[in-house]
């Protein structure tokens, strides 16, 4: 089984998201959720928009369109992968968001994920992303990636798949404010 940012997102904000829905299979069931349904929209139709404009002001000399690429422990699309005139690349997402002055964890571990593919299936390094806030007048927000940020990506992914090979039951989070709003809540012991 390979893995999605998703999956890393998840286990880092509590490691028992791995268990009961990969271990166990219980679902979540986010699709529901109407923010999730409307980013993909929005997510397709900005693909088509402003992007020459966001490329010049990246620096980008190529791109690489909608690029879905794997290694053995991970997978993901990713929404523009850019060749930079210093040599390097970098992924370009576009979120279904406002910009509030703040990167989420959330959307760093993501392009963190991104790097980490984007690394091996080009062989080139990368040391940024971009995101783009659609809800922010296409706000553009470059995201510094380093080396130990890939490196925390792939620890999580192998002991993401020691919870799923082996059965492991992992301490639940200390941060128990997320314990209010978790799909889990009713059958976590904790």
């Known amino acids: 089984m390979t893995l999605t940012p998703s999956h890393i997102i998840e ?25 999730v349904q409307r980013g993909r929209e929005v997510h397709d139709q900005k693909l088509e928009q402003n992007k020459e404009y966001l490329r010049r002001r990246i620096g980008a000399v190529e791109r ?28 370009l997402d576009y979120k279904f968001a406002k910009y509030d002055d703040k990167v989420y964890e959330t959307y760093k571990t993501q392009m963190f ?14 040391n940024k992303g971009f995101l783009v806030y659609t809800r922010s007048s296409n ?41 209010v709003d978790c799909t889990y809540r009713n059958i976590c012991i904790k």
């Open 113 to 126: 994920c991104y790097a980490w593919l984007i690394e091996e299936n080009f062989g080139c390094q990368v």
């Open 11 to 35: 286990y880092l904000y509590c490691a028992r998201f791995t268990y009961f829905e990969y271990v166990l299979t219980i679902p979540q069931y986010e699709d529901r959720h109407y923010k």
């Open 64 to 91: 690489y369109n909608d690029q879905y690429l794997t290694n053995n422990l991970l997978r993901g699309k990713i929404d523009e992968v850019l060749k930079l005139e210093d040599g390097t690349m970098a992924p």
């Open 139 to 179: 706000k553009l927000i470059e995201v510094e990636i380093k080396a130990t940020d890939k490196q925390l990506v792939k620890e999580c992914a192998r002991e993401i798949g020691v919870i799923i090979s082996t059965n492991y039951f992992p301490a639940a989070t200390k941060y128990k404010q997320r314990c």
